[in-house]
């Protein structure tokens, strides 16, 4: 995860973080991706079902019901755990979160522990009542997934209607005071809409937008040769930043983030060079506290059956089940190999990722992309767009 508007709009600086000692405990949570700790967010997939059928979905989501999903005292006990493990957040998502109708109760038990919930949704189902609930519970952030305009997005979702019904949402949790965000997967078909997204959080004065490079995982698996060339990456990528520093320089400030491609962090930096080099400094250090990808360290995932995977798109291979062991104790067990060598991922990976000047800020990009294009998960990323010679 990128902070673009933190780094090449200067809204997070460097003072900022050491301010609060870098202890993800005390971090705000707009900058917990700088603390030292590294505490795992846990994406908790908290049911296969959803009402949509999105082309990309990782989870191979379908609308039924399935029988194996944890309960709601098997929930609770999870929230226990993570609570006393020191987890930051606990990331709600799916499927569609929102067809599971104990939702608002294990967020509510989430936040009485100390918790900050958030939820990913398609946001569809999020009535007036329904956000009025989540506020009530005192839900930290709503991020709905969007991908593009009428047309494109509901292509992509499934169903027609879709993408009126997630603005619809938008607004009741604008209306019930929630803090919302768009959630944006990048591929071939929708770039040219990003234009329009950043046209969508300023008429509706939505505060955050996260665009997700696409992951090659569960029907994503399938859009791979979809996916943008390295070239069109690049002009992508400088579009956000165009955009995000418009909105900037306009008085109406934006949070804009990129996930799942940490190429982008060294790509801003050495934007920055040419455009403003007094800052670089600061973003520098602040890419190097970031560490890149952090799956099987700073983020990992529980999933409906609770299987604990290394993050939310690597469903192939788990390190155990917490109806078996506490997410805490899986979570710490060096023991088993691929969870060693992803806490520290750097020693292993290879090609040019293994002599990259940038290692120690992108920490080798994201391994299950690399894996499923190859077949060697420490393979170099084939989503780094950066050259040879900018590494």
């Not at 917490?322 to 991922?345: A, G, Q």
């Amino acid at each position: 995860m990128i902070g673009i508007s933190k780094l090449y709009c200067g809204t997070a600086e460097l003072s900022d973080v050491l301010r609060y000692g870098r202890d993800s405990s005390k971090l705000p949570s707009h900058l917990l991706q700088f603390s030292y700790d590294k505490k795992p967010v846990v994406v908790w997939n908290i049911t296969r079902k959803c009402n949509l059928k999105c082309v990309h979905c990782y989870a191979h989501a379908k609308n039924q019901d399935f029988e194996n999903e944890l309960s709601t005292h098997e929930g609770f006990a999870i929230i226990d755990d993570l609570a006393e493990f020191g987890v930051p957040v606990i990331l709600f998502s799916g499927g569609e979160p929102l067809t599971r109708k104990d939702l608002p109760e294990l967020a509510a038990y989430a936040i009485k522990k100390g918790l900050r919930a958030v939820i990913s949704t398609n946001g569809t189902l999020i009535t007036k009542k329904t956000a009025q609930t989540l506020k009530k519970i005192g839900l930290s952030y709503v991020g709905i997934s969007i991908d593009g305009m009428e047309e494109i997005n509901d292509r992509f979702r499934g169903v027609k209607g879709a993408f009126n019904a997630a603005i619809k949402g938008i607004e009741n949790c604008k209306a019930a005071g929630i803090k919302v965000g768009l959630r944006f997967t990048i591929n071939k078909f929708n770039a040219g809409e990003i234009p329009q997204i950043f046209d969508l959080l300023e008429e509706m004065d939505i505060p955050r937008v996260c665009f997700y490079h696409l992951v090659y995982a569960g029907r994503g698996s399938e859009l791979i040769k979809e996916d943008s060339t390295h070239a069109e990456t690049r002009k992508i990528v400088d579009l956000i930043l165009k955009r995000t520093k418009e909105l900037h320089d306009k008085g109406k400030p934006k949070e804009v983030l990129t996930v799942d491609n940490h190429a982008d962090g060294p790509y801003l930096y050495m934007k920055l060079l040419k455009e403003d080099p007094e800052r670089t400094k600061g973003v520098l250090e602040l890419l190097k506290m970031n560490e890149g990808n952090s799956s099987g360290r700073g983020i990992g995932c529980i999933s409906w059956d609770g299987e604990v995977y290394p993050d939310q798109f690597w469903r192939h291979h788990s390190f155990g089940n917490v109806r078996n062991r506490p997410f805490s104790e899986i979570w710490t067990d060096l023991s088993e190999p691929l969870m060693k060598k992803l806490k520290d991922k750097k020693k292993y990976v290879t090609g040019r990722c293994a002599t990259c000047k940038w290692l120690d800020i992108c920490a080798g990009n994201f391994r299950v992309r690399a894996e499923a294009a190859t077949g060697d998960l420490w393979a170099p990323d084939p989503a780094c767009y950066l050259t040879d010679e900018e590494i």
